[in-house]
Nanobody, 115 residues
C-alpha cells in the first residue's frame, strides 16, 4: 500500500513563497505520475499541477508561471514551489500518486495566504 504524506504548508503574506513536499512510500515512486490538487473553503477540489515519470510537467492556468513542480527520485519526494502567492491560493493542498488502481491521496497540508 502506498502512503502519501504532504508537508510545508503554513501562513504566508501575499507575494510570498512556500515550498510543499510530498513523500510517497514504495519503490514505485520514480515510475509514477504524481501531482497536486487543492481545495479552498467552500469550493470544489481543483487540479493544480502534475509531473510524469518522464518529468513532463503541466499546470493549471491559475498557477502557471508562479508554481513549479519537481521531483527528487532519490528521496521519493515531489515538490511544489509556490511563488508570488495570492490570497486566492489559500487552500488545503493534496498530493496524489497515480496507480493502476486509481489515485492514492495524502491527507493534505493547509496553505493560508493573508496579510
Amino acid at each position: 500500500q502506498v502512503q502519501v504524506v504532504e508537508s510545508g504548508g503554513g501562513l504566508v503574506q501575499p507575494g510570498g513563497s512556500l515550498r510543499l513536499s510530498c513523500i510517497a512510500s514504495g519503490s514505485i515512486f520514480s515510475s509514477r505520475t504524481m501531482g497536486w490538487y487543492r481545495q479552498a473553503p467552500g469550493k470544489q477540489r481543483e487540479w493544480v499541477a502534475v509531473i510524469t515519470s518522464g518529468d513532463f510537467t503541466n499546470y493549471a492556468d491559475s498557477v502557471k508561471g508562479r508554481f513549479t513542480i519537481s521531483r527528487n527520485s532519490a528521496e521519493n519526494t515531489v515538490y511544489l514551489q509556490m511563488d508570488s502567492l495570492k490570497i486566492d491560493d489559500t487552500a488545503v493542498y493534496y498530493c496524489y500518486v497515480s496507480l493502476p488502481s486509481g489515485l492514492s491521496w495524502g491527507k493534505g497540508t493547509l496553505v493560508t495566504v493573508s496579510s
